[in-house]
């Protein structure tokens, strides 16, 4: 069947925002409405490169600016040609970024919420800073708020830009309490399942597949990395494409990635994790991996037995070293506890480690098996017979795939992104990893490769291990899990802090744990207990422990968390004292803040520091420059915590202290420029004193002077150090390196979920091999059981026009794209089949209920066959409330109206899909049809 598509003409584009000046405003900067936008005789043009804002890829981009009438303005945003990272490419929203800036509707000044209004009424007044700030001071004070009391909330781009001085902010005043957006539904849940298997931290960070190599690219639950996302990601695949990769998508939707494969595997949604089981059996009893590499280099070899309780354990010798086999022979040799290499025993004597025990082989009298064995054992019923049941698919496919995959080299199955869906999530992306290393496809071309900033970090880490001195500062010298050790460690343990309270998500998952109750393991920067320190439910040593004020820089949670009705809640609760916004465009969670304080975009503000160069191969350094001064009355995130820090301790000397004791960046220096730059009336001096002190540190270790980083990265935007050749011939890990596990190896036996099964955590979630964990989308009913005839799975994915729950959504030009795409981008997708059964068509208004919390919400029907028959699909990035988005307000579905606050044990991450939803046509008054 041939489809055929609408032809985006200049015509339709026009009418699909309205005619006239409504559409001339989509298609040039507002700042030139009225104007010739065709250059005057003196306008001077000129170029500035920067960081893309909208995703946590961190394309670099080049900024054209226009000079007219002694006026500066942003007239293009292109992909640096000289990037090694996008290689000079940018998807829409990056293209489209400058629209931001020129946002009619952007917050102009701080703002203040009217006395005798309501959180959430979205009534505000325009304020001074000055004003804002004595607002914010006198609040605190009258309210007495502790430091405990205080909840900081960071969104994706205060994590990736701003956590240098996020963290010793909340260290600096006594803040124990933070989350972070990111972490709880995507950096914790899913990439921490890959990150036991690899010792990373955050894969979006650390991790590129070298698509441009691999012979063959399998996709399981994600559409983010490739679908017009994530530009360095996408440029990589495509070229993996011309050169003949074969792609493999499994996916319950013919997503943007699934359309670009050679093979679209339309899997029952929640059984990618029996998928991948079986695929991994296959693997493994058919000898399908890299025999050295795992041999070598990952803890496969190592000896286990059952304990008393019959759990698996590592039989560790009297010194607590691994044990294993020689290759041919009975004999039990010790290896170093932690190493990059089991080749040689503890003694440092050459040998060979075998996979398979001996038969009859005991260890102090009990049966012993490898790890290798183990697996098999564990996940023996796994066939692929076993997964066709639940999964929908084919046994044969199911191994055929397997045999594909685990043949061919070099081999990619991609890390994936955002893991809040079901509670097996971790479990599938530690599958997808050790499937992954059985290939020996770690930091080796056309496999995973890690980012240059990584391993510099890594290699300096293991040096000073390896020397028996500290590292340093852990912002700057940890990699991967050593520095989430870190972080947990900082906010878990209440003697960090003055006060002696940990946080109170930490608080919260002990007291349930002392009461029988579920509780989680490591809520590390999650929301779990936040509603209930809120409401004065959780207690330290039998004492209150309230939250009574929130911060929130640059997040959404009213938007992105689970769901919209319990942030609206914490927020709009009697005993919330004061909420403060930071932020560029007034977003949902905005409407509930009592002050509002604007930030500059990110192309109005030179930044803070020097960045690695994102996830990249190479070893690279880039920051930006401002292309314009700021339109507005707006601040920068370090000069706005300087200034609360002053509020809350009375001693801004304090976090510069903090900044330098996590970071390195010494306090003296930094403290002399601001005093110089304020004294001058230099705008945002904090930021532009760091600025200075980056330059100079960073240029230090790159054996050049200020001036000539300075010189390229302005020049070029990039100060490349090593390309990654270089990088890997030294740093490899784990070929090289040790990787940063617990014992330096791959790991298919989890040192990590050890250490929480050690903490008395019980439960599949905490296996320490891969296991089965079934999603649970109806009580009573497994994943192979009909549905009723009006009864859906729900799965939900991004827009390549929307990052997260931004509100570039706002962005005309986007606004445009998505309105244009009409029920394509915000309708509700159902099968043909499923849908002639409800009598609903295309456009029918339709009403959606969670089976399990009887939440609801409406939406239109979009009929098609690129969606499993059993499920409904909703693209994520609408559904937005406030009106002061003239653009995007009421546009779509928000599917946080449908999902309801359930996480999983391990670290609180959403299950935001396990459920089902009824669907009921509507008539056009909204009735039941």
Known sequence: MAWKFPRLTRRAFLQTTGAGAAG?????????????????????????????????????????????????????????????????????????????????????????????????????????????WAYIERRTREADIRPWEWTLVGGWTSCIFYMNWAV???????????????????VATGHLGTDTVTGNFNIHDEVLPDYDNARYILLVANNASIGAVSTCRMVRFAQGKKNGARVVALDSRLSETAAKADEWVAIRPGTDLDFLLAMLREMLVKGYYDEQFVRLHSNLPFLMQRDAGGQWRLALDAEGRPQVVQEGTDRVRSVPAFSNSNERDSEGEAFYPAL??????????????TVLQAQVEEIDHCTPEWAERTTGVAAEVIRRIAREFGTTRPAIVDPGWHGARYGNLMMLRRVQAMIQGLTGGIDKAGGWIMSGEFHHKAARMFEARAAGHDPGPAFAALAGLPFAHTVIEALSKG?????????????????????????VALPVLADVGLKESVEGKVEWKGEPYRTRAIMLNAANPVRHYYPDTRWKEVLGHENMELVIAIDVLPSD???????????????????????????????????????????????????????MTRILSGDPDRLLEWVEAMTGMPAAPVRAAWERLRAEGAPSPFTHACREVSFRLSAERAGTTSAELDRVLRERGIFTEQPREQVLEHAAMPRR???????????????????LRGMGAEGPHFSVLATHIPARCRDNADMAA????????????????????????NNPVLAAVNRFKGGTYTGIWIHPDRAARLDIVTGDPIRLTNTRSGQTATGHAYITRLVHRDALFIYSSFGAENPALTRSHGLGTATNKLVPYRVEPVVGGFRSQEFTLRVQKLDNSGGAA
């Open 356 to 369: 398979a025990a001996p038969a009859g082989l005991t260890l102090d009298g009990r049966p012993a098996l």
């Open 737 to 755: 390196l040790p990787l940063p596990t617990g014992s330096g190896r791959v790991e298919y036996y989890s040192s990590l979920f050890d250490s």
């Open 168 to 186: 010793p902010f909340a260290m600096a005043n006594g803040i124990p309490n933070i989350i972070a957006s990111p972490m709880q539904h995507c």
């Open 786 to 809: 009909p549905l009723g005839a009006d009864e859906f799975y729900f799965t939900y994915g991004k827009t390549p026009t929307v990052s997260y729950a931004s509100t570039n959504s």
């Open 24 to 132: 001339l405003g989509l298609l040039q900067p507002l700042e030139l409405l009225g104007r010739d936008a065709a250059p005057a005789a003196d306008a001077g043009e000129s170029h500035s490169y920067s960081i893309c804002n909208f995703c946590s890829s961190l394309c670099n981009i080049r900024v054209t600016t226009r000079e007219q009438d002694g006026v500066k303005r942003i007239v293009k945003l292109d992909g640096n040609p000289h990037s090694t990272l996008n290689r000079g490419k940018i998807c829409s929203r990056g293209q489209s970024g400058l629209r931001q800036t020129y946002d009619s509707d952007r917050i102009k000044t701080p703002l203040i919420r009217v006395e005798g209004s309501r959180r959430g009424e979205n009534a505000f007044r325009s304020a001074t800073w000055e004003e804002a």
């Open 589 to 643: 969670t905005a409407a509930w803040a009592d002050v509002i304080l604007p930030n500059s975009t990110y192309l109005e503000r030179d930044e803070p520091t020097l960045y690695g160069n994102g996830v990249n191969h190479d070893l690279a350094l880039t920051t930006r420059y401002a292309a314009i001064d700021p339109l507005f009355d707006t601040e920068e995130i370090p000069d706005i915590l300087l200034e």
């Open 495 to 519: 003697e960090n802090f003055p006060h002696g309270r940990p946080g109170w998500a930490w608080a919260w998952s002990a007291q349930q744990k002392a009461a029988g109750e579920e509780w």
